[in-house]
């Protein structure tokens, strides 16, 4: 069993940045591939970056560019960098983890992010 818990969540002004961080604890994540997700209200959950275990990662066209996903296997910690945020990323941010990277089966409980104009 994985748990998740994000930080790092908050209130930022359009074109500023935060970091998200999400601390694995009950197992290590080595062998896992990562992911962040968002969810807007009323909207469905969509997928924002992925790192896969082969090292491979994926980004949402609408944050290529803007976000990094990234992870410390010392820390057992996986981290969203997130710069020039713009109106439309406001959302709660998901951790989640899995081995296959298909189906995520462990997730955190979330962090709001909300950006201001």
């Known amino acids: 069993q994985v748990q998740l818990e994000e930080s790092g969540g908050g209130l930022v002004q359009a074109g500023g940045s935060l970091s998200l961080s999400c601390a694995a604890s009950g197992s290590t994540l080595s062998g896992y591939s990562l992911a962040w997700f968002r969810q807007a209200p009323g909207k469905e959950r969509l997928v924002v970056a992925i790192s896969w275990s082969s090292g491979h990662t994926y980004y949402a066209d609408s944050v290529k560019g803007r976000f990094t996903i990234s992870k410390d296997n010392a820390k057992n910690t996986v981290y969203l960098k997130m710069n020039s945020l713009k109106i439309e990323n406001t959302a709660v941010y998901y951790c989640?983890?899995?081995?296959?990277?298909?189906?995520?089966?462990?997730w955190g409980q979330g962090t709001q992010v909300t950006v201001s104009s």
């Open positions: 989640t983890a899995d081995r296959s990277g298909i189906n995520w089966t462990y």
